[in-house]
């Protein structure tokens, strides 16, 4: 059968012998995955050296060698074999090797020449993973300063090819397909109703169409609802597809059956696949994509719309056999908006092992390196904070003795760190189970908050014979158990738990969390994040714990599994943490703590109080009163009174020099100031002690005291012989409230400031109640007061109120006290 490919393979094998690098552009089903390889086999370039070509999927690696050596009538490991995680099929005869990302990461590392190696062939590059990236980078690396000779072939269906071509220097080769029309139906559905909407489409599909339906899905939660949801169809298979599935599971999907085939997948069966009989295509829009949050530390899948290219990726699967359709559960308006390709997975990815893989291949500066999207700088930071938190990377960004032995394990930096320690602990055995429940997770189990239930469930399935939903965590463990040379699980004993969180503590130092004052399932973490716990789970109330695993939820992270630890554990794996003495003011208890403390990064272990100078208690006092602003003093009617009479005089007399008194340059000068008063004191309550019209009049001397007493007095004589205070504070003027009978005689309004700011007088009723707010006395006396008197006499009867204010005496007695007074 001809495919697309073979029209450009003779210009592929012309440009290769020509340049080092070339890209090449073919469609899903071209056939560019297993005709290339096998045609430039032979090719006189290549001296008879292998061919390494990097597929991003495990599952997608094992169909392209097995489809290969099917085509040279082989059985795969001869000339075409495979490498991936847990996995592998090759054998010396073998030149074409299918590896996946990490395991090319691994080769360079450990040979950086590639000796043998001819050619590297990126397949599905659009695909943009971490490693991919990573990979080309150092190939490009090699290439340029090692191997002149080496070629690199960048294969994608859909890639801005332009940006590639000029960081690579590399010619681009256009293979444009065979693909037959798809009709494409619009139709819009929300978010909400995602899962339903596409069980619905389904339906309808499977009413209006023929062929195998391909329905993409963002993740395995979704997919087994649809499942359930269109479990029951006559005469239909419904078959999952997506990363965490069994071997056995995935193939069943990709291969053909007997009846009509519903295949609800992820986006793995975008282009890396091939799934036969597929010529209708349902695509919900939606995908998962891990994002990395540099400042919590934490990667979480983020439910995002595809890019067009995935689109159109996926609209493609439905033509490669005939016409087909395609129902896309948005409208055209929405597709006009989705972002033109999707995001490369660097720019949101937790970048810790591509910090130590740089590390060890010897860089400190990334941008030394031929990037198509260079690494974030925040994230990468982020990564490199993560290593030396793990006692891999020191200040200098150099890899420490424990961070070579940890670039030699093939597993992220946390659990080559695990399983370090469980090797000095003598608890291999368990660091293995925990690594593949952690890198491969049981398939359709929700997590127990409780990581030693999951171990349990394990044990169990183990025991029993029946793994199916450990099966691939089993040939993780296995993978690893091999790895140290430790028998299979098969008949394997149990062994002690104690250690579990030892381990997860050295794996997760970010992670260790202690119970906050007051809570039961509220944690802080040494990151200085904080986590929860979901109500009434086994671990609530544990004072410490150290979740491995955690989901950002805003302000709190979940925690979703978690194992305890006690504080002799933390100090036994982290006997070095420091005690710092740590003074402050407690502004939620008003008072100051003082207190030595033993940290691990932000997390307080153990604290005893200490005793500090009466100089270090000031000192902490006027930092509260810096940050939480001088209302912790008390602010008396006296003092509002004095500030406000200096206020007065500065404005009266601005020629003179009067101290500031406003609360921005109390503030500036506090030290000055306040520090003499401040004595011992050590709460909110003891603040409130504090003399502060004592503290404030220190800043004058005796002169501008006197001087103030007389401009701006606190009291004042009336007519009547009364002293009066003076009520300053007020937005107006100073006010004198006093009992209009005790201004008799008064024809001019009270002045203060050698005459300069006339009072503002409150004359009141002998109850005290104001009767009028003047300040003109004299019109007063004239216009307002007979009408004062005929209201007010039948009143206050007792009281004088005479028909000529200007001669009666002031007074602030009773007429029958006046008559006694003038008898005796």
């Not at 007519?719 to 005790?742: C, D, F, H, M, W």
């Amino acid at each position: 059968m001809t495919l697309p490919i073979h029209s450009i393979l003779d210009e592929l094998k012309t440009t290769l012998s020509n340049h080092p690098a070339v890209i090449l552009q073919a469609p899903p089903g071209a056939g560019k995955t297993t005709l290339v390889p096998l045609t430039l086999l032979e090719e006189n370039w290549l001296q008879g050296k292998t061919i390494l070509m990097l597929e991003p999927r495990r599952l997608a690696a094992v169909n392209a060698a097995r489809y290969m050596a099917e085509l040279t009538r082989e059985k795969v490991g001869q000339t075409v074999g495979y490498r991936i995680r847990y996995q592998r099929q090759i054998s010396r005869q073998t030149r074409i090797e299918v590896v996946t990302e990490g395991i090319l990461t691994r080769r360079l590392q450990s040979d950086p020449e590639l000796k043998g190696v001819g050619l590297v062939i990126f397949d599905e590059f659009h695909e943009r993973n971490l490693n991919s990236d990573l990979a080309l980078a150092l190939c490009r690396d090699t290439q340029t300063g090692l191997r002149e000779d080496l070629k690199i072939l960048v294969m994608s269906a859909t890639l801005d090819g332009k940006q590639l071509a000029g960081r690579l220097d590399a010619p681009i080769l256009t293979c444009k397909g065979q693909s037959f029309p798809v009709t494409v139906h619009h139709t819009s559905q929300t978010v909400n109703a995602l899962v339903d909407g596409t069980a619905a489409a389904v339906r309808k599909a499977l009413h209006e169409t023929v062929g195998d339906i391909l329905a993409f899905l963002p993740g395995a939660g979704e997919i087994n609802r649809c499942q359930d949801i269109l479990r029951g169809l006559k005469d239909v298979d419904i078959h999952p597809l997506y990363g965490s599935l069994s071997y056995s599971d995935q193939e069943a999907a990709i291969r053909p059956g007997k009846n009509r085939k519903v295949v609800l997948a992820t986006n793995i069966a975008e282009t890396s696949l091939t799934i036969e009989g597929v010529s209708v295509v349902v695509d919900s829009g939606f995908a998962r994509q891990p994002r990395f949050d540099p400042g919590s530390g934490l990667t979480r899948l983020e439910l995002v719309r595809i890019s067009q290219a995935s689109a159109e990726q996926r609209t493609g699967r439905a033509g490669r056999l005939g016409p087909g359709t395609c129902y896309r559960l948005w409208n055209a308006g929405t597709h006009g908006s989705l972002l033109p390709f999707t995001p490369p997975e660097i720019r949101n990815a937790d970048l810790a092992p591509l910090a130590l893989e740089l590390a060890n291949w010897g860089l400190s500066d990334p941008q030394e390196l031929t990037w198509l999207d260079p690494p974030p700088a925040a994230h990468l930071e982020a990564g490199r904070q993560l290593l030396q938190l793990l006692g891999a990377m020191d200040e200098r960004r150099q890899l420490t003795a424990l961070g070579k032995r940890l670039a030699q394990i093939p597993a992220h930096p946390r659990l080559g760190r695990m399983l370090l320690v469980a090797k000095e602990l003598n608890c291999l055995p368990l660091a293995c189970d925990l690594v593949g429940l952690f890198s491969e997770p049981p398939s359709g189990r929700r997590l127990e908050s409780d990581l030693q239930t999951s171990l349990e469930h394990l044990w169990r399935s183990r025991k029993k014979g029946n793994v199916n939903e450990f099966r691939k965590t089993e040939q993780a463990v296995n993978y690893w158990r091999n790895f140290h040379k430790l028998p299979s699980t098969e008949n394997c004993p149990a062994y002690d738990l104690s250690h579990i969180g030892t381990l997860l503590a050295c794996a997760f130092p970010d992670r260790i969390g202690r119970l906050r004052e007051g809570e039961k399932n509220r944690y802080r973490f040494t990151s200085g994040n904080g986590g929860y716990l979901r109500e009434n789970t086994p671990l609530t109330k544990q004072k410490f714990l150290v979740a491995n695993e955690v989901i950002g939820r805003g302000d709190e992270d979940q925690i979703i599994q978690a194992s305890p630890l006690d504080l002799n554990e933390i100090l036994a794996i982290y006997p070095d943490c420091p005690w710092q003495k740590q003074v402050f003011w407690h502004s939620r208890d008003g008072r100051i703590v003082a207190r030595s403390v033993r940290c691990l990064g932000k997390l307080n272990l153990m604290e005893k109080p200490i005793k500090i100078s009466a100089e270090e208690e000031a000192r902490v006092i006027l930092d509260a009163l810096r940050s939480e602003g001088l209302e912790l003093l008390d602010w008396t009617p006296q003092v509002v009174a004095f500030i406000a009479r200096v206020r007065l005089v500065k404005e009266a007399f601005p020629e003179e020099k009067w101290p500031q008194l406003t609360r921005s340059k109390l503030l500036e000068n506090i030290d000055d100031w306040l520090l003499p008063f401040i004595g011992r004191a050590r709460t909110r309550k003891d603040l409130k002690s504090i003399d502060l019209l004592t503290a404030l009049q220190s800043l004058f001397d005796w002169q501008q005291l006197k001087h103030l007493e007389r401009l701006a007095p606190e009291r004042i004589k009336v007519a009547s012989g009364s002293n009066i205070r003076i009520q300053y504070g007020t937005e107006n003027s100073p006010v004198l409230a006093v009992k209009l009978q005790e201004m008799f005689g008064e024809a001019d309004t009270p002045r203060i400031a050698d005459g300069r700011v006339a009072l503002q007088l409150h004359l009141l009723s002998p109850a005290g109640r104001p009767l009028q707010v003047t300040q003109d006395l004299r019109s007063f006396w004239n216009e307002v007061y007979p009408e004062v008197k005929k209201e007010m006499k039948g009143r206050y009867p007792k009281h004088p109120w005479p028909d000529d204010p200007w001669n009666a005496v002031a007074t602030r007695h009773t007429k029958q006290r006046i008559n006694r007074q003038r008898n005796f």
